[in-house]
């Protein structure tokens, strides 16, 4: 489906801006009058990682006259294996911050704004009016429904890319011709269910496989070439080198969106039954150090993360038995009776989804670590390395 210019064209190119730009100006399909509209244009990006690392440089090497940053966050060691537009002297500096400095040093011509806020229902709709196109690389899906809506409501498409371990997704989402986020998904999965990046691990050099293709994404819409992925979804596997498509059209049961909702009621991070199981029943790393060190012999510790994950980092004494045997009932017989049961995971979510079970199974003393392995390594063993 080809689709109109995005974006009018800007009065001119300068002299310098016509040298910087020559590999776009001498393409027929681009031209003068492409590099303008890119010029011209005002491009969103949520999120300074992953996505947005690629995202962001590429769509200022391209001329993207004005780039907006939002990101909260700041700068972690772990962050750099995938998120290229930041370096090992950004660690601790707010990620906007950091990608502000590198789009400049790749394209003194871009303005940089910053939105160094938590994206949320309040300011959502007042950020995005002022943006021609939004590109959304966040990896939960509380944010994904936000931006989705909020599109939605101020008639913007964006431009929708999502990565894990080795698998990435494409697609372009534009209610007025084509399908929306909610089409594609039109309830989040249940809480617990799908992994983050943080949890299930991402091969870093996918993020610029499935970021370039967004910023290529990006361009079309904004010059009106090609044949955007509207009502497409693009899926990569960095295994197989393979790449499919998957046509996604309007779902006429689709309810329309009026209004931004609690996206993080709607998604649910934890289930219901978790969060049931862990009011009263969670205690924090130092009460399990005291535990360890006094009574030892009185609990079961558990582990319910992934057999890679407790080879990065574990806690002294604990007994590895990932979630999902908790949830198919395996690991029930594996807990002693004369014993308390104490589980955690990386930060909680996942030691409660276990706890609900094992509680469920008549485990009423049961309890599991508030913030996980992540807590014991803040509060009690700092020389343990973070993940």
């Known amino acids: 489906m080809s689709l109109p210019p995005l974006v009018e064209p800007a009065d001119e190119l300068t002299v310098d801006e016509v040298r910087r730009y020559s590999r776009h100006l001498i393409i027929p399909d681009v031209g003068m009058d492409g590099q303008k509209r890119l010029k011209n244009a005002k491009v969103l990006v949520v999120g300074a990682g992953g996505l947005g690392s690629p995202a962001l440089l590429y769509l200022a090497a391209a001329g993207v ?54 994206l949320d229902s309040d300011n959502a709709l007042e950020i995005f009016a002022g943006y021609d196109l939004v590109l959304d690389g966040t990896d939960n899906f509380a944010t994904r429904y936000l931006v989705n809506d909020a599109c939605v409501i101020l008639d913007k498409p964006y431009v929708w890319g999502s990565i894990y371990r080795f698998d990435g997704q494409v697609s372009v989402f534009w209610n007025q011709y084509g399908p929306q986020y909610r089409d594609l998904y039109p309830e989040p999965p249940p809480p617990g ?38 009502g497409r979804l693009l899926i990569f596997d960095a295994l197989e080198m393979s790449w499919r498509e998957v046509k996604v059209r309007k779902d006429p049961e689709t309810a329309p969106v009026t209004e931004l909702i609690d996206y993080e009621a709607f998604c649910g991070a934890v289930s219901d039954e978790a969060t049931e199981a862990a009011a009263g029943s969670t205690i924090t790393a130092t009460e399990l150090k005291d535990l360890l060190d006094n009574k030892a012999d009185e609990i079961f510790l558990v582990d319910v993360r992934e057999k890679n994950e407790y080879e990065i980092v574990s806690i002294p004494g604990a007994t590895l038995i990932p979630k999902g045997e908790f ?8 807990l002693p009776q004369d014993k308390r049961v104490v589980l955690h995971c990386k930060s909680g979510v996942r030691s409660a989804e ?34």
């Not at 750099?80 to 002297?89: A, P």
């Not at 943080?198 to 079309?220: D, R």
């Not at 276990?354 to 670590?369: E, M, Q, R």
Request: with cysteine; net charge negative; aromatic share 2%.
């Open 65 to 118: 006259g004005t780039l907006g940053i939002i990101d909260f966050d700041v700068v972690d060691e772990s962050n750099l294996q995938r998120q290229v537009i930041h370096g090992q002297s950004d660690i601790g500096r707010p990620k906007a911050e950091s990608a502000r400095d590198s789009v400049r040093e790749v394209n003194p011509n871009v303005e940089v704004v910053l939105h160094q806020d938590r």
């Open 327 to 334: 949830l198919n009932g395996k690991a029930l017989s594996q």
């Open 193 to 230: 269910m799908v992994p983050s990046c943080a949890e299930g691990g991402v091969l870093g050099v996918l993020c610029a496989s499935i970021g370039s293709v967004m910023v290529n994404e990006a361009i079309k819409l904004i010059t009106g070439i090609g044949d955007p992925l509207v």
């Open 354 to 387: 276990a706890l609900a079970a094992v509680k469920a199974a008549g485990f009423a003393d049961a309890v599991h670590v508030g913030g996980g392995v992540l807590a014991w390594i803040n509060q009690v063993d700092p020389s343990l390395p973070e993940y």
